[in-house]
């Protein structure tokens, strides 16, 4: 059956960074755009980067943006978040997703996104 698995998540102190990886398993995504998204407790889900088939295309959000970097390996069939100088806003539960819709094509809301990991931990102390 189809797996998105995160990996990477932790404890870190702030200004420290971390690499976030998502293997997929038992569907093709290369084609697919990738995205990670983060929630923290009391808040919405909300879009940290997304990046398209080969990476010519990439979205981050704008509390991420100059710190984070999405990239992708289609030959592993996986999907890495380097995150440096966290802040301890950053904590969050981190899931990666895909969309197998979207053949070369790069998405950004959440909703659009139809396969999911079960999310890891990434905890910032200050």
């Known amino acids: 059956q189809v797996h998105l698995v995160e990996s990477g998540g932790g404890l870190v102190q702030a200004g420290g960074s971390l690499r976030l990886s998502c293997a997929t398993s038992?569907?093709?995504?290369?084609?697919?755009?990738m995205g990670w998204f983060r929630q923290a407790p009391g808040e919405e889900r909300e879009v940290v980067a997304t990046?398209?088939?080969?990476?010519?295309?990439?979205y981050y959000s704008d509390s991420v943006k100059g710190r984070f970097t999405i990239s992708r390996d289609n030959a592993k069939n996986t999907v890495y978040l380097q995150m440096n100088g966290l802040k301890p806003e950053d904590t969050a539960v981190y899931y990666c997703a895909a969309d197998s819709r979207l053949n070369y094509g790069l998405a950004y809301a959440a909703p659009e996104y139809n396969y999911w990991g079960q999310g890891t931990q990434v905890t910032v102390s200050s």
């Open positions: 038992g569907r093709t995504f290369t084609l697919s755009p």
């Open positions: 990046i398209n088939w080969n990476g010519s295309s990439t």
